[in-house]
């Protein structure tokens, strides 16, 4: 299997040394250039041809959302944005997700113990970016002629949150009572699996990336969310401390699809996660009431308590719901 090519972009050259030498631990993955701002990024992917990107938000130059809509409308690489001001509530994650972004992490502030968790997690994440197929998002970008992409500020709003709360992979959350948005971007072989107690008005969601936590159970305990079986066991027992009764959940699931890299077609990773989730949800007597599951697209997806509907979108499918 060829290696992953990544380029790493951020303006501290210890951050950037730190992630080189740190992702090239893994086999599967090659630094194959790093950036100091997006301006310099531009010109080392039409070099260097990148499979995925790692994506600083606060540079000199270019920032990173200009980086995202400039790079987006010319040719859409997987990109995982890494920084201090990224979080699942904040409106620059949303603003990157929207601008093609596929995954995010916040970066750590502890010491070794945190750069080794973050490695860990950013070599699964480059892995399953690099399945994803983001070719749609040309289309809906700007000319590429444009030096910036208006409206993009210069200045990233550090303290904007959102109404919308974004699920990177691994990522799962119970709400009740709130009128927060549950919201998954692009899933390709993960599935977004939405457990409902409309009695109780609760709702969870989980960004599920791999089928079992025996590949990992030290990642396990610290992103339940990523394998089908925690993110089931987490959530119902969480849904259950809220009150939640075991007859009255239920469940609806989209994602699982066969992606455009040969990792997803040689592990049949979509497929795998699809079976897995079924199982996991039988063990807790938990019913599917419906699925979009499968193909070859991609799909973003969002909940919202107070509706028991499940919605998707594609750019070229449109918006439905099941």
Not at 192 to 209: C, D, E, R, S
Not at 226 to 245: H, L, R
Request: proline share 4%.
């Amino acid at each position: 299997m060829n290696k992953i090519k990544v380029l790493v972009v951020d303006d501290q050259p210890i951050v950037l040394q730190i992630l080189q030498k740190g992702l090239e631990q893994d086999p599967f993955i090659q630094v194959v250039g790093t950036a100091t701002d997006g301006l310099i990024a531009l010109s080392k992917v039409k070099m260097l041809d990148p499979d995925v990107i790692l994506l600083d938000m606060e540079m000199p130059n270019m920032n990173g959302l200009q980086f995202l809509h400039k790079q987006m409308s010319v040719k859409p690489i997987p990109t995982i944005v890494l920084s201090s001001v990224t979080n699942k509530e904040s409106q620059v994650t949303l603003d990157a997700f929207n601008a093609g972004a596929v995954d995010f992490l916040s970066k750590p502030t502890g010491g070794p113990a945190a750069i080794n968790v973050l490695l860990r997690q950013l070599f699964v994440k480059i892995k399953v970016a690099a399945t994803k197929d983001v070719s749609y998002l040309v289309q809906n970008k700007l000319n590429s002629n444009n030096a910036l992409a208006p409206n993009v500020s210069h200045k990233i709003d550090r303290t904007a949150i959102t109404d919308q709360v974004i699920l990177g992979m691994g990522v799962y959350e119970v709400i009740k009572d709130s009128n927060k948005v549950l919201k998954i971007f692009a899933l390709g072989s993960c599935i977004g699996l939405a457990m409902y107690a409309p009695n109780k008005n609760v709702i969870a969601m989980a960004h599920v990336v791999l089928p079992s936590s025996s590949s990992d159970l030290e990642k396990a305990k610290q992103l339940p969310g990523y394998f089908a079986d925690t993110a089931i066991k987490t959530m119902f027992e969480k849904m259950q401390s809220m009150g939640c009764v075991k007859g009255e959940i239920f469940a609806k699931l989209a994602g699982g699809a066969k992606t455009r890299a040969d990792i997803a077609d040689f592990f049949g990773i979509g497929q795998r996660n699809h079976l897995a989730i079924k199982a996991g949800l039988t063990k807790y007597g938990i019913k599917i009431e419906s699925e979009d599951v499968g193909g070859e697209i991609s799909r973003t997806v969002y909940v919202k308590l107070g509706s028991t509907d499940y919605n998707l979108h594609h750019p070229e499918k449109g918006v439905w719901k099941i």
